[in-house]
């Protein structure tokens, strides 16, 4: 029994079991020796009647290393194999009790060979951390209170050097600089964990453990995140526990038995996606799995975890007909195991690292996603808003003539807003699949598609709830999204598509300097109506407040049809002037000119509930922000 072996005690074999063990990377895999005495492996097949290490050192042979079973009801095989050193590649050749023969890359390998290769690689390796500032302050940058700005980005098609992905090295630099000059808080990657098939955007893992080698080691993506942390920006994670490629090499079919997944295809394949669901009611599958979300946010300093396709792991009957599925115990939906996962997964993420955020895709009306375990929640930090998406999107693509009768499409996200810690997406799943890019699917001519799409970002900036865009969408890319292929970074040479970045950069200073757009994002006080039902002329208006005692609201108003409103009466909770802090038809964006120069003073008429009200000008297909200054 190796050194790595006799630590995994009975306490451990007991956690590993029920499902909660979250540190399984620390036993499992490949661990180089100290002083370079060779490699200790271990991997759990339990299942298996002979296992054995083949890779660069022993020719492939699957009898020159062979692998002894631990013996104690672990299911997990190990040994030492002192020639075996770091950077070699190599697989387990396992041997099913029923005589099936293959060979696996490492479940918790932390490095793989470059696809399409297939084996798993040796690691020895780490980064000298510069990010303690960042550390010591990451849990008020990731609060519900704090202004939260996420640029969702696929490594491998942001920019390319020479026809190829940039490297973690190359990108760090190029995107710090990005980021900053437009003002995102944090970046969030679609999976980097290591996937065979790239066109599967990483959402098809194999490597749970592993970055993926298209982009360099696992210390040049530490080296990554803390250059990223360096420059005051979080780094998300896109993370996959809801399902895994059919891929003969990977999880599935591991040891001869289904091992991580159902072995009945109405619970373990999934349809939509022709991948394999996990057996979350097996404990060390469940234990697979928090190691492994455990593992990114602490080895490599992530700030949180986006859980990717929630809904398909709550619900048994996800994208399945009638006779499809298998209810569970109490003849229901629900899936029990996955709930229980979830929770469990939660509770150790935020006890072990209360300063990260995770986030669930989860896109039904499940209740309490984002709410405590201890309430009876799901225990996640915060969930995207996709009914705000589709209402939102569905809106904007109306004719503006037609919009009167689609008016309640944009207010109706307000009366559920505050039932979750909401984070609104316009994600990679919006410019993908015949869907169009955000501005080629805006109506009118350019001027006009250009300034809807203005509007669109302004309406999500000021909406109650965190921020998230996806790539190319902050300069009004013309295309789809293609994985295989840089963003048009030359639209950039035109007029109007520096506006939209510049305002997306504005959006983001005026995010971050005003409390009222961020401290109650969760919180029905930090929103109030003005204007909910103007239907015939599509404007809307509403108050944005901070927290009590710190400060005025923002006024926020929308015109949403190509012909001005002048003289529009809108409630203003203090006296004085009113000055413009946003006006998404400035000359600088791309627009008109249309506006309120030099502000608008108020006067002592109550309206919409206010004290005080002020007459404004509100350009076509156009939003302004009102900034008060008081009169002394």
Known sequence: MNAGQRMFGELDRHLFREGTHARLYRHLGAHPVADGEGVDFAVWAPAASAVSVVGDWNGWNPQADPLTSAGDGSGIWHGRIGIARPGQV???RIVGANGYTVDKADPFARLAERPPATGSRIWQGGHTW????WMARRAERNALDAPMSVYELHVGSWRRQDGQPLTWAQLAPRLVEHLTR??????ELMPITE?????????????????????GTPADFMAFVDALHQ???????DWVPSHFPTDEFGLQYFDGTHLFEHADPRQGFHPEWNSSIFNLGRGEVSSFLLSSALYWLGEYHLDGLRVDAVASMLYLDYARKHGEWIPNVHGGRENLEAIQFLRRLNEAVYREHPDVVTIAEEST??????????????G???????GWMHDTLAYFKEDPIHRRWHHHQLTFSLVYAFSENFVLPLSHDEVVYGKGSLIGRMPGDDWQKFANLRALLGWMWTHPGKKLLFMGGEFAQWREWNHDTELDWHLLEQPRHRGVERWVADLNRLLREE???HERDVFPDGFQWLLADHTEHSVFAFLRRPCEGEGTPLVVAFNLTPMPRERVLLGVPARGRWTEALNSDADVYGGSGLGNPGGVDSRPLPAQGQLHSVRVTLPPLGMIVLRHQPTF
Not at 195 to 215: E, K, L, N
Not at 231 to 237: D, E, K, Q, S, T
Not at 365 to 378: C, D, H, K, N
């Open 90 to 92: 190599y697989k387990y």
């Open 130 to 133: 510069g990010d303690g500032d």
């Open 182 to 187: 437009l003002g995102f808080t944090h970046v």
């Open 195 to 215: 996937h065979p098939f790239y066109g599967s955007w990483g959402y098809q893992t194999t490597g749970y453990f592993a970055p993926s080698a298209r982009y």
């Open 231 to 237: 420059a005051g920006i979080g780094v998300i994670l």
């Open 365 to 378: 009306a499940w209740p309490m996603v984002s709410r405590p375990t201890t309430m009876g929640g799901l």
């Open 380 to 386: 996640f930090g915060m969930k995207w808003n996709m």
């Open 515 to 517: 409390p009222s757009l």
